[in-house]
């Protein structure tokens, strides 16, 4: 009921994974998956010490890296779950087997072995997987792992940078007070109306106020009193 009111769940049958079955593994992932924020609210918000099931899930929900984890699982399981399902059909399926487990076996191999292995194998069965000249190396996989999938954050900043430099301020440096202007916008995103203060900064405000009044207090002098 808590995951429900909270995070507007619907209600759903517990699903438990069978080491038989496979097809409940990617059934039970892609529901967790799916209420996984609640899942994790519900966890990390409640303690029974004297249960060891509930500790488990505790200690899961509490690492970051169990979330990536079923996203891995949730993408590897999906040729499997394919081919699963395909020696549970009925009818007979003998004619087309051979090409649906080639096609299983390429979807598989591409995951880790090199584009040449798999473009000269002329039967996927034969190929030697274990070797490890004919996997992917490892540095490339690093390298595209921190390609960006998006340039929407440049964009942002491009976008950031119009709407401030505009025709009636063109002279703001990209070093001085246009930085600090976007450099406010983004690690403040409300409006700033919305933004409060805080007593350290109004502190340090009125004494930097103070001290560049004192400083230039020469610079305000009224007329009269610069004559006398």
Not at 72 to 85: D, G
Request: aromatic share 12%.
């Amino acid at each position: 009921m808590f995951i429900r009111t909270a995070f507007q769940s619907q209600y759903g049958q517990f699903i438990q994974h069978v080491n038989t079955r496979w097809l409940s593994l990617n059934t039970a992932v892609n529901r967790t998956l799916s209420q996984y924020d609640g899942l994790k609210s519900y966890f990390l918000s409640q303690g029974d010490e004297n249960n060891n099931r509930f500790e488990r899930l505790h200690k899961c929900y509490s690492d970051s890296m169990t979330e990536v984890y079923l996203f891995f699982y949730q993408s590897a399981l999906q040729p499997f779950v394919r081919l699963n399902l395909l020696l549970q059909r009925e009818d007979p399926i003998v004619h087309i087997f051979s090409d649906r487990l080639h096609n299983f076996l390429k979807t598989l191999f591409g995951k880790f072995l090199s584009v040449r292995v798999m473009k000269e194998a002329d039967n996927m069965t034969a190929v030697a997987y274990e070797e490890r000249k004919n996997q992917l190396d490892a540095k490339v996989e690093l390298q595209v792992l921190v390609i960006p999938h998006s340039n929407a954050e440049e964009k942002r900043v491009f976008s950031l940078v119009r709407k401030n430099k505009t025709r009636f301020r063109p002279s703001l440096k990209l070093d001085g007070t246009l930085w600090s202007i976007i450099q406010i916008k983004l690690a403040n995103p409300e409006p700033c109306h919305r933004y409060e203060l805080t007593k350290e900064v109004i502190g340090e405000a009125e004494t930097a106020t103070m001290i560049y009044s004192k400083a230039h207090s020469c610079c305000f002098a009224s007329p009269a009193s610069t004559t006398a």
